[in-house]
Nanobody, 126 residues
Framework: QVQLVESGGGSVQAGGSLRLSCAAS????????TGWFRQAPGKEREFVAA????????HYADSVKGRFTISRDNAKNTVYLLMNSLKPEDTAVYYC???????????????????WGQGTQVTVSS
């Protein structure tokens, strides 16, 4: 079973950048599409970005398109989320997870993902 550990969160000012990492244990990690989600206080968990198992396909929520970049290094069993031009509304706990099925979209609901990490806090101040 694959276990995921997120890191790289922190506090930044608006306009700043952070790079989150999602490190996986288990030899099958490279066979899973992987996603990033976030959850702000009092709000539901929402999809942020996903990357295919090969890294050749990516998909983003409209709210982060053009600012965030998802990538992966299967040799290091790690998926990254580079976040630029951060806004206060990006403040949330960020989680990575594995897609349960091999299909690529169009459903990016959190229920389609499993093996959630513990999350990493991102706080953006204005």
């Amino acid at each position: 079973q694959v276990q995921l550990v997120e890191s790289g969160g922190g506090s930044v000012q608006a306009g700043g950048s952070l790079r989150l990492s999602c490190a996986a244990s288990g030899r099958t990690f490279s066979t899973y599409h992987t996603g990033w989600f976030r959850q702000a206080p009092g709000k539901e968990r929402e999809f942020v970005a996903a990357i295919s198992w090969s890294g050749r396909s990516t998909h983003y929520a409209d709210s982060v398109k053009g600012r965030f970049t998802i990538s992966r290094d299967n040799a290091k069993n790690t998926v990254y989320l580079l976040m630029n031009s951060l806004k206060p509304e990006d403040t949330a706990v960020y989680y990575c997870a594995l897609k349960r099925t091999a299909d690529w979209g169009p459903n990016w609901d959190s229920e389609k993902f499993s093996s959630w990490g513990q999350g990493t806090q991102v706080t953006v101040s204005s």
